[in-house]
């Protein structure tokens, strides 16, 4: 996984105009996807309270882009604005997002096995997979530390090729 590096050109003035619009919401980016071919912005949004957004939230922050689209020129005729929760399983993509899910449990696909010869206690019914679920102990800037039923790997980012939070529904509240 390569993790997300430093912004540039539009990309950087959306996630400033972003900023501007959440901190007048109350609200915090969680993550800003800009595919610049299609002129998609996705904006990922959460209350810094309840760590998700609803709805309304959503609303909200659709509804407040509106006059700067009318006003900034730089904006793409093409313009198309997502704005959405993180979601349950949202994905980690910067050393933030895994530092703040630090002790919850994670999916990670994985570029290549973990290696048996560095961790022989490593579970046999992991051994295989490349998609596994552990919980997250540490999240520094090279890697994670991860449990792995009870034995803890070192994994660098450059071996996860994808990462999730891990919800279990079962100690979800009403």
């Known amino acids: 996984?390569?993790?997300?590096?430093?912004?540039?050109?539009?990309?950087?003035?959306?996630?400033?105009?972003?900023?501007?619009?959440?901190?007048?919401?109350?609200?915090?980016?969680?993550d800003l996807e800009w595919h610049a071919p299609s002129g998609e912005l996705r904006l990922f949004i959460m209350?810094?309270?309840?760590?998700?957004?609803?709805?309304?939230?959503?609303?909200?922050?659709d509804r407040a882009f509106n006059p700067y689209m009318e006003t900034e020129t730089?904006?793409?005729?093409?313009?198309?604005?997502?704005?959405?929760?993180p979601g349950l399983f949202r994905n980690l993509t910067t050393v933030d997002h895994f530092r703040g899910v630090v002790g919850q449990d994670i999916t990670l696909g994985l570029n290549k096995?973990?290696?048996?010869?560095?961790?022989?206690?490593?579970?046999?019914?992991?051994?295989?997979?490349l998609k596994i679920k552990v919980k997250l102990v540490e999240a520094n800037d090279e890697g994670l530390v991860i449990d792995a039923k009870g034995v803890q790997v070192n994994v660098p980012y450059t071996q996860i090729k994808k990462a999730n939070l891990e919800t279990d529904f079962n100690n979800l509240k009403d």
């Not at 993790?3 to 969680?30: A, D, T, V």
């Not at 209350?47 to 922050?61: M, N, Q, Y």
Request: aromatic share 10%; hydrophobic share 35%; charged share 30%.
């Open 47 to 61: 209350d810094p309270k309840t760590k998700t957004a609803v709805l309304d939230d959503c609303v909200r922050v």
């Open 113 to 129: 096995k973990i290696d048996e010869t560095v961790y022989p206690d490593f579970p046999k019914a992991l051994r295989n997979n």
């Open 1 to 30: 996984m390569v993790l997300r590096g430093p912004r540039s050109g539009l990309e950087q003035k959306f996630f400033e105009l972003s900023s501007k619009i959440l901190n007048e919401q109350n609200l915090e980016m969680y």
């Open 74 to 85: 730089w904006i793409p005729d093409n313009f198309t604005l997502e704005v959405s929760s």
